[in-house]
T-cell receptor
Framework: KAGVTQTPRYLIKTRGQQVTLSCSPI?????VSWYQQTPGQGLQFLFE???????NKGNFPGRFSGRQFSNSRSEMNVSTLELGDSALYLC????????????FGEGSWLTVV | SQQGEEDPQALSIQEGENATMNCSYK?????LQWYRQNSGRGLVHLIL?????REKHSGRLRVTLDTSKKSSSLLITASRAADTASYFC????????????FGEGTQLTVNP
């Protein structure tokens, strides 16, 4: 069974631009969540989607958004990029989320210059 | 904010030795999961322990959970150089669904 797949793995963007990151969960998994990892703040929860609906949201500004498609694939978008958005963005999937093992992808490294 | 605190922040041992990492958390939890992260890579799931369990084993890994003390420990026995990585505990709180709250991690270095 293929794991959680994230694309792109690396990208460089300029301040003010926007970026879209993609995530394909493990087959059969319906819950997809996103995390941001930085040296200063560690691993922080962004949001979780289940059956195309946002079920949970972390404390991030509205510039961070996401969506989930009917095949459970998910995208997250960051608009008006700031230097502080440079981070490793991790996608995670699980069967139904609550109480399940949560599996992570390799992440997307975003550098904002 | 980080729910958990891991102790120690860094640990350096020799191959063959055991490594113990501790994690503390603040609220009631449903499950606690341990992950490994190699530099610049994603998180690899190691083990999940439920709040009604006290101990779990998986290969060379042993995890304990003490809900009365709100703490967990991860023991890696007979460590190998390949175990060099950062280790994180993550909790999901009873009311937060799949939202994981991570500790700050322990950087383990196993010297050959």
């Amino acid at each position: 069974k293929a794991g959680v797949t994230q694309t792109p793995r690396y990208l460089i963007k300029t301040r003010g631009q926007q970026v879209t990151l993609s995530c394909s969960p493990i087959s059969g998994h319906r819950s997809v969540s996103w995390y941001q990892q930085t040296p200063g703040q560690g691993l922080q929860f962004l949001f979780e989607y289940f059956s195309e609906t946002q079920r949970n949201k972390g404390n991030f500004p509205g510039r961070f958004s996401g969506r989930q498609f009917s095949n459970s694939r998910s995208e997250m978008n960051v608009s008006t990029l700031e230097l502080g958005d440079s981070a490793l963005y991790l996608c995670a999937s699980s069967l139904v989320g609550y109480g399940n093992t949560i599996y992570f992808g390799e992440g997307s490294w975003l550098t904002v210059v | 904010s980080q729910q958990g605190e891991e102790d120690p922040q860094a640990l350096s041992i020799q191959e063959g030795e055991n490594a113990t990492m501790n994690c503390s958390y603040k609220t009631s939890i449903n499950n606690l999961q341990w992950y490994r992260q190699n530099s610049g890579r994603g998180l690899v799931h190691l083990i999940l322990i439920r709040s009604n369990e006290r101990e779990k084993h998986s290969g060379r890994l042993r995890v304990t959970l003490d809900t009365s003390k709100k703490s967990s420990s991860l023991l890696i026995t007979a460590s190998r150089a390949a175990d060099t990585a950062s280790y994180f505990c993550a909790t999901d709180e009873e009311t937060s669904g799949s939202r994981l709250t991570f500790g700050e991690g322990t950087q383990l270095t196993v010297n050959p």
